[in-house]
């Protein structure tokens, strides 16, 4: 996917997040995005690795500040004791407008994504993300199995809300895939 | 009676103090090897005194890691809400303070002759010169310091610290182990990053880069990311040392637009790279480790010179621009503009152009800034945690850099300037098609 391509794709989820009352932080677009790529195939081409909270991109990161720099994306202050959220810059029209197809092929995955995760807190994305992480790794674990792993990997993360978060996944996995079928 | 404590008189931080075993690294042939890399590339062509090298600037930065492991560890700054962070036990400390001076001397050990000049066209793909560093200091030639040390390093967790966890690609890092690689390849509070602020500024004779270090290194602190119970620790400030934190991210905006990416010094960058593909071969650069420690800038500038002086070479042209300042001109530079109608109009110049003159006599240079120094927590006087960029007007709109050159070769810069000023606008307009697929 060319770059402007993805920042069209990238906006798009930022507006459906913000949509959905999400926080729109970079840990929330983190979160979004991994799913987006991860889960549902999209293809941004963004390497992830397990970091802050859960699966994290540095590759991501680095595209967002980019889209700032060419006021595509730009940042608001909701509150000052958060960082700051993510919202559509200056640009966003001229984007929306110069990638239609690219943005009407993606939409069903940007708004699965974010009806799903646009209401929830840093750690339940945290939660929710690891176990996408470890499911992608041993998807043929059972669930206890791989509600250990989380834990190994996020020891603060109790064993119940790892099944919890665990489950969900698989949750959401099937509904795409019932989605997908249609 | 043997001397186990030593110093190095230093232009930035007057004096370096090193031990013994620091020195033993300092003398291994891959540390000796920096002597002989330039900081700054060809920065020297447009600022004459930035002839400084990665040698010294290393030493600074060790200089300086160990300054802010001392602050951010001693009990009196630690955070409550973040204290499992530190290890138990002095011990413990004692080890991770050599390991996070070990790393940071070798941070830059894998850089390539002229730093970052050419590293994304000569390496293998996806290869960058971290990966060199950290292979560098796992190399058996270092590993026999590491052993001699007392205690002896991990020199996986060197390499961690040197590197980061956004290069050293598959490696898991722990908390702690990211707040100390945070202390030195950090994009906010680096070490690496005050150090080349502070010696790249002395060296172009540019005051821009000059930055309150004291006070900043002195209010640095491992706080927790915000107020919730889930927070992770990471590295900010004190309110006092605000103003220095602001101070060093003016100072690395100013030093990028008026130094990093002055378009001269840019345009050198790009002829030394054409210089090196044509030299060496694209994606060829040596990696096997002797090969690559005998490639310094003096082995490429030998070659220059013999390939300025010889049309038949097939570096002569980039070497010949580079050596006799006939290097390119440029030709137009991103505005506000016209990013508001494209934000990749230069490349849109530099494809017209390409077109009309052939691309011989054309270069784009395009950097929208990547990392994100600004935001990082401050506590205040009450405890409480706040972004950097709710509590500082400055960081909240300091923009990041963004750079979108196109260049021409001098003979036809006349032409070109008058060919663009009658096409401008058509030019400016015309976008890459929306391709079905992605």
Not at chain 1, 54 to 59: E, L, N, T, V
Not at chain 2, 161 to 187: Q, R, Y
Not at chain 2, 355 to 380: C, I, L, S, T, W
């Amino acid at each position: 996917m060319k770059r402007l391509q993805r920042a069209a794709v990238l906006l798009s989820l930022i507006e459906a997040l913000r949509r959905r009352d999400s926080w729109c932080a970079e840990t929330n677009v983190q979160k979004a995005v991994y799913f987006l790529q991860e889960l549902l195939e999209v293809p941004l081409d963004l390497e992830f690795v397990l970091y802050k909270y859960g699966p994290y991109s540095f590759d991501l990161r680095e595209e967002l500040t980019s889209l700032r720099a060419d006021s595509i994306l730009t940042f608001e202050i909701r509150d000052p004791t958060y960082g700051p959220s993510y919202a559509p810059g200056q640009l966003r029209d001229l984007i929306v407008g110069d990638f239609p197809k690219t943005i009407s092929r993606f939409r069903k995955e940007i708004d699965f994504v974010a009806e799903r995760l646009g209401n929830k807190g840093i750690a339940e994305l945290e939660r929710l993300s690891t176990a996408l992480y470890v499911r992608l790794r041993s998807p043929d674990t059972g669930v206890h199995k791989r509600a250990q792993s989380v834990r190994e990997l996020k020891p603060h993360i109790s064993s119940p809300l790892a099944e919890q978060a665990v489950k969900e996944v698989d949750a959401m996995f099937e509904e795409w895939q019932a989605i997908c079928k249609e | 009676m043997e001397k186990h404590f030593h110093e190095i008189r230093d232009a930035v931080h007057v004096f370096v103090h090193l031990d013994t075993e620091e020195r033993r690294v300092v003398d291994s042939v891959a540390f000796q090897r920096l002597r002989h890399i330039h900081q700054l590339a060809l920065t020297h062509l447009v600022y004459p005194g930035a002839t400084h090298r990665r040698f010294e600037h290393s030493l600074g930065v060790m200089e300086l890691a160990g300054r802010v492991f001392d602050v951010i560890t001693a009990e009196r700054n630690r955070d409550s809400r973040v204290r499992q962070v530190f290890p138990p036990s002095p011990d413990a400390l004692n080890y991770w303070r050599r390991v996070v001076r070990m790393a940071a001397l070798c941070h830059d050990l894998g850089h390539l002759p002229f730093s970052h000049a050419a590293e994304g066209t000569l390496l293998p793909q996806g290869m960058k010169h971290h990966d060199l560093s950290a292979k560098i200091i796992q190399s058996d030639d270092m590993q026999r310091i590491w052993e001699s040390v007392t205690p002896p390093l991990r020199r996986q967790e060197v390499a961690k610290l040197a590197v980061g966890p956004k290069d050293l690609k598959g490696e898991a890092f722990g908390p702690w182990e990211s707040l100390l690689s945070e202390t030195i390849v950090g994009d906010s509070f680096g070490v690496d990053r005050m150090d080349y602020l502070l010696r790249d500024s002395l060296h172009a004779g540019v005051i821009y880069g000059k930055i309150d270090q004291y006070r900043l290194i002195d209010t640095l602190r491992v706080l927790p990311e915000n107020n919730t119970k889930e927070a992770e620790p990471a590295l900010g400030v004190e309110l006092g040392g605000l103003p220095s934190a602001e101070g060093l991210l003016l100072a690395r905006y100013f030093m990028y637009t008026q130094v990093y990416f002055h378009p001269v010094r840019r345009i050198y960058d790009i002829h030394l790279r054409d210089f090196l593909t044509a030299w060496l071969g694209r994606n060829r650069f040596p990696t096997e480790l002797d090969d690559f420690l005998r490639l310094t800038d003096e082995e490429v500038l030998v070659e220059m010179r013999k390939a300025a002086r010889d049309p038949s070479h097939p570096g002569h042209d980039p070497a010949d621009r580079i050596l006799n300042r006939k290097h390119f001109r440029l030709l137009y530079e991103r505005n506000p503009d016209d990013s508001a109608k494209n934000p990749e109009a230069g490349r849109a110049v530099y494809a017209a152009a390409c077109q009309e003159f052939g691309d011989q006599y054309v270069r784009h240079d395009r950097y929208a800034e990547k990392e994100d120094p600004a935001d990082f927590p401050v506590r205040m006087r009450d405890d409480r945690i706040v972004s950097s960029r709710a509590q500082s007007h400055v960081l909240k709109d300091l923009p990041p850099v963004n750079v979108d050159y196109v260049f021409v070769a001098p003979e036809i810069r006349t032409e070109a300037e008058q060919w663009l000023a009658r096409n401008r606008q058509d030019i400016i307009v015309q976008k890459e098609k929306e391709e079905d697929e992605p």
